[in-house]
């Protein structure tokens, strides 16, 4: 009726009455297409009690509700009121800012409302662009806090003081970085935990845990995290920073969520988006990060189908934003031996490798495992002292290995290109002529190119040196760490067995990881992405020994189908090992889908956990009303299973 009187309102004669129809045809025409616009959520419009998050005031955001406090609500009350007050005599103005509000809350986000399938692709790209420039941010800061503790202090002490010489080599820095700094470490996680604004930087299975339950990772995560993964890194720690990635850019992507007041399964789609572009950006991987975080929150693959066009979307963006702001070249950076062309022969090389990768790397997960669980309930006795205590002997351990075996320091990366030419290449974050106390003892066999017992001795160190950075307390990961650990013994395996190296470091590095991560298929295109081949949008299939232009005729990735059959037979081989115990599958499909096997005591567990999880937060009768009917029909099921089959087999059925 406003609009039908508005229109009346306009200059006297035929242009009235025509104007008048006009604007109230397309009056009509603009009501409609807000209307049809709103309520059509990316996600299921019906949801339950537990798809409500609750902020840390304790109040919930229910379905309906609206963000009093955003600032697009201010901003749309403020044009809506001067709008009516200046132009509701002006037909242009007033429509053209009615047809940017239908534009607004089609694309970017409508008030009281879920987000829609392109809403979530609009925020998808926002949140590429936005974590793609902190983990510029972040990246620089790791790097060049390194190149100035690693290169460039060292050698201004040598250059002016001459402190480093025959009788005090430079290898002995080492130890005087490595072990200050852990107790500076120790004791800032102790400090860290009396900020009552802050929280302990948590680690990767805590992060999956709340993924799981609530869809979002707390900003209070972020400070710490970023300062402490910092610190543990330039240090000479072996935890790598992918965990610290994992948890930074979700918790920046959970906090829009939240701004966007989204319940928990649109919310958990958004923090999958930071944390897939913070993988893929700080990597260099668009396609196999954002694949790794949908892996990593499950132990047999990716579950959360819904999420996976926008996380790939914002991988891209935030890729090709760093990219382009430091004009940086697409693609892979490691030189791998060019393949050949490969046979049938290749997938029982590949399997034999990944036997082997089995067997070293579940013996190692399981020693670990059992090595954490008796940190923690050591440093339970008294946090404080024990906290501090273990970072230190990390700190006293790591000198005493990095002393030897300098090229297991950190997270590996950087060290790969070293590893992979033989020792041709020199560690690129220490000064020239940095040498190692085993050059000294044995200059022989440090000797470029390595030897197969060089290899193994690195591949070896390296996994203590990962095992002592995780067990005692420095926060980080294992995604890079356990690449170069693969690459060095498979480097060792080829030249024992003469198997072709590629394949030998490819399917090591892949299994190892996959065992662990739990992450099939994004660990086998992660190894053909980090090829120097791989472009981004090609692949150059001939290079000669330096990586480009033409030469040997290259198949590597003829290689991936093989990679798959490798990790896949490890990653169910080694199914009773969960390194991160709070992997597991999503709620809605272990509530509705009937498992049995060869894994049915670990989905039986799980399913009683997630039932009990399940039960508490449904607290109204229709739900319980629906559990009692679910379970009549299942034993109904049940029962007339057991007379088909004329025994008295347990039939497993989860509802």
């Known amino acids: 009726m406003e609009l039908e009187q508005r229109g ?326 490691f030189e791998f031996p060019p393949v050949p062309q490969l046979y049938v022969r290749a997938y029982i090389e590949a399997i034999f490798i990944a036997l082997i990768a089995v067997v070293i790397i579940s013996i190692w997960g399981f020693i670990l495992k059992k090595l954490k669980h008796f940190i923690h309930h050591i440093t339970d006795r008294s946090p404080n002292f024990f906290t501090i205590f273990f970072c230190v002997l990390a700190g006293v351990l790591l000198s005493v290995l990095s002393i030897f075996y300098p090229q297991t320091m950190f997270w590996g990366e950087h060290e790969l290109s070293t590893l992979l030419s033989r020792g041709e290449e020199p560690l690129p974050t220490f000064p020239a002529g940095f040498g190692s106390l085993l050059a000294t003892i044995n200059e022989k066999m440090v000797e470029s190119p390595y030897s197969a017992s060089y290899f193994f001795q690195i591949g070896a160190i390296k996994l203590v040196s990962i095992a002592i950075s995780i067990a005692l307390g420095f926060p980080g990961g294992v995604f890079y760490p356990l690449f170069y650990s693969g690459a060095a013994l498979g480097w060792g395996l080829s030249i024992v067995t003469g198997i072709h190296p590629t394949l030998c470091i490819l399917t090591m590095m892949g299994t190892m990881e996959t065992v662990i991560l739990r992450t099939p298929w994004s660990t086998c295109l992660v190894l053909i992405q980090i090829h120097g081949g791989f472009k981004m949008f090609g692949s150059a299939s001939k290079r000669n020994e330096n990586g480009g232009g033409e030469g040997e005729e290259d198949f590597y990735v003829s290689l991936f189908p093989v990679l798959i059959i490798s990790v896949t037979m490890g990653l169910f081989l080694t199914g009773w090992l969960r390194f991160y115990p709070t992997q597991r599958n999503r709620e809605d499909l272990m509530l509705s889908s009937g498992v049995k096997g060869v894994n049915q005591r670990m989905f039986e567990k799980e399913t009683r956990k997630i039932e009990k999880d399940y039960e508490d937060l449904s607290s109204d009768d229709e739900r319980e009303e629906e559990t009692r009917g679910e379970k009549r029909r299942g034993e109904e099921i049940r029962e007339e299973g057991r007379e088909e089959r004329g025994e008295d087999e347990e039939v497993f059925i989860i509802r």
């Open 8 to 333: 009346t309102t306009t200059t006297n004669g035929s242009n009235s009455k025509r104007g008048s129809k006009s604007y109230h045809r397309l009056s009509l025409v603009l009501d409609k297409v807000e209307n049809t616009t709103k309520g059509k959520s990316f996600t299921s419009s019906k949801l339950n009690s537990e798809d409500v998050w609750t902020d840390n005031e304790g109040s919930e955001t229910g379905e309906g509700s609206e963000v009093e406090s955003s600032p697009f609500l201010y901003a749309e009350d403020w044009i809506d009121k001067g709008v009516n007050q200046k132009f509701q005599n002006s037909f242009g103005l007033e429509f053209i800012w009615r047809f940017i509000k239908i534009g607004f809350h089609y694309v970017v986000w409508d008030r009281g409302q879920q987000l829609t399938l392109v809403q979530v692709h609009f925020w998808a790209v926002i949140i590429g662009f936005v974590i793609g420039l902190f983990d510029l941010s972040y990246k620089y800061s790791l790097n060049y806090t390194l190149k100035f503790i690693w290169k460039i202090f060292p050698t201004f002490l040598h250059d002016h003081f001459h402190f480093f010489n025959d009788s005090f080599p430079f290898y002995n820095y080492i130890w005087m970085i490595t072990i200050p700094g852990s107790l500076l470490l120790g004791i800032s996680l102790v400090l860290i935990k009396k900020i009552h604004w802050l929280k302990s930087p948590g680690n990767t299975s805590d992060a999956i845990d709340k993924l799981h339950k609530r869809g979002y990772i707390g900003a209070n995560h972020l400070i710490p995290m970023f300062v402490l993964n910092l610190l543990s890194i330039v240090i000479g720690g072996s935890a790598g920073p992918e965990s610290a990635v994992l948890i930074m850019t979700g918790a920046i992507a959970s906090k829009m969520g939240r701004f966007l007041a989204q319940y928990r399964t649109t919310l958990r789609i958004l923090t999958l988006c930071g944390m897939s572009a913070g993988i893929s950006g700080f990597f260099g991987l668009p396609l196999g990060g954002a694949l790794f975080v949908l892996e990593h929150p499950h132990s047999y693959g990716l579950q959360y189908y819904e999420a996976v066009t926008p996380a790939i979307v914002s991988s891209i963006i935030s890729v090709i934003t760093i990219k382009a702001v430091t004009l940086a070249p697409l693609g892979g950076e």
